[in-house]
């Protein structure tokens, strides 16, 4: 059995005030894709006010008419499933970080008047109908990919979203909603160059993380990545250390990705959410502010290569909300297992980092990651959490050294996510395992799983 020291010094803060983990919540959107029912939505709702949800992404295409109208059509049934999901978010204090899929194909530039000021109407219509839990918008997604901005895409992207904060600043939609970026996947160097270029545009930033070989988060390469680019914003943005960093969208495509389709079957498997929980721990461990894992309903997003076609969907999902529905294409149909809307494992450990690595909290010092284990803790208030990962197939024996704890000798709550070792209620909802009297001092970790010790239950 291996054996770890681990010294968690909760007097020394590594970042205040996060965002915590959060969900990539996209309601109907497509022509193929019907919109929920009651009885979805609130199954929606219900598991959400489990997670305690308090950050999410919400991406949507613009609601101006496809007949090149310059006025926003705010009676688009896209527009009214947003709404659907933003009165969740006012009601329970949801951070929202809102954005566009990419410009109407009928505007020729990126920074066409008509279209950047459509998005400043559109986020102060929203705001008028006491939607405040806007934090955040981005542009436009991954602005670096080719799928999205053939040609020059820097070159078009940034005298738009410099266009698109004039806009902001002059219609007063700032500073209550910033705009945040750069949102490019895999190419980190946009970041940089937003730093360099466009630092007084950026009010907050964040960019996408795909993995495609498991071993960059099982080495702990994730976290030297992440913590360098934290480092790169807090020494050359002008305002850099009071900006948030957070990934907006994170995955792993080791296993069994389709990139035809693009479909994780691995959401299927418990080593899957070992491998998230593994980087969400990176994550604060680097000093970031929050990471929303990509995705949370597979009913959002139709498959890469047909799906709009056959009724398909990407799966990435905690669930599909389509589960036992016949979703029909333009040129066949495809039905969706009734069984494909129960909670798939890696929901467990989502769900205990956001009410237990809540938002608001302070990062705190959990010393140097050690082979295969990840240690993470968080304070808030008189409230502790610590949260252990062993990404090995061995069994491993941590002890662990606490320091500037206040009144935390009463009970601590533990949860276990192991293959075969982690308890559900009736909904799927991870329960506790067991009640300790006090942080022990010496715990046991079984191969590749997850344990978290709390205050809070």
């Known amino acids: 059995m291996e054996q770890y020291k681990c010294n968690i010094d909760f007097t020394n803060e590594i970042k205040k005030d996060i965002l915590g983990v959060g969900v990539e919540w996209d309601p109907p959107m497509y022509d193929c894709t019907p919109d929920f029912t009651e009885e979805q939505w609130e199954l929606i709702f219900k598991r959400l006010d489990f997670f305690k949800l308090k950050f999410a992404r919400m991406m949507m295409y613009s609601p101006l008419p496809e007949s090149g109208a310059t006025e926003n059509n705010y009676e688009d049934r896209r527009v009214k499933n947003v709404i659907r999901v933003l009165e969740y978010c006012q009601k329970n204090d949801v951070k929202v970080m809102l954005g566009m899929w990419n410009k109407p194909y009928w505007v020729e530039r990126y920074d066409d008047p008509v279209w950047i000021r459509s998005i400043a109407d559109l986020i102060l219509y929203f705001r008028e109908k006491g939607f405040t839990c806007i934090k955040y918008f981005n542009f436009v997604n991954e602005p670096n990919g080719s799928w999205e901005i053939p040609d020059n895409n820097w070159y078009q992207w940034k ?11 002059a219609r007063g939609v700032t500073p209550e909603t910033k705009i945040c970026g750069p949102d490019s996947a895999y190419d980190d160097e946009w970041v940089d160059m937003c730093i360099a270029a466009i630092p007084q545009v950026i ?18 390469q994730l976290e030297r990545r992440l913590n360098h680019k934290r480092w790169a914003i807090t020494k050359n943005d002008p305002d850099g250390p009071n900006k948030r960093l957070w990934l907006g969208e994170f995955g792993c495509r080791d296993g069994k990705w389709d990139e035809r389709t693009d479909m994780q079957d691995s959401v299927y498997d418990f080593i899957y959410g070992v491998w998230i929980a593994d980087a969400v721990c990176q994550a604060f461990r680097a000093g970031l502010d929050g990471i929303i894992p990509w995705n949370m309903d597979d009913a959002a997003h139709t498959s890469s290569v047909d799906g709009k076609t056959d009724g398909n969907f990407k799966r990435w999902g905690f669930w599909n909300s389509y589960g036992g529905q016949t979703i029909t294409g333009n040129a066949g149909s495809v039905d969706h297992p009734p069984e494909d809307t129960a909670i798939r494992p890696w929901y467990y450990p989502m769900s205990l980092f956001s009410r237990l690595f809540k938002q608001g909290s302070t990062v705190v010092d959990a010393g140097e990651a050690q082979g295969y284990i990840k240690v993470c803790a968080c304070k808030n208030g008189d409230e502790y959490t610590v949260i252990l990962v062993n990404a090995s197939n061995e069994v491993a024996k941590v002890s662990l050294e606490l320091y500037g ?9 533990k949860y276990c ?13 991870p329960v506790v395992k067991e009640v300790l009297q006090g942080f022990p001092q010496n715990v046991e970790l079984s191969g590749k799983g997850v344990m978290f010790l709390s205050t809070m239950s």
Request: charged letters at 25%; glycine letters at 8%; hydrophobic letters at 30%.
């Open 417 to 429: 996510y192991f293959d075969h070792d982690c308890p559900t209620d009736e909904n799927g909802f």
């Open 159 to 169: 005298p738009a979203v410099t266009a698109l904060h004039s806009e902001f600043e």
């Open 203 to 220: 009010g907050e930033y964040e960019y996408h993380i795909y993995i495609h070989d498991k071993a960059e988060i099982v080495n702990n």
């Open 405 to 413: 704890l206040e009144g935390s000798a009463g009970k601590i709550y």
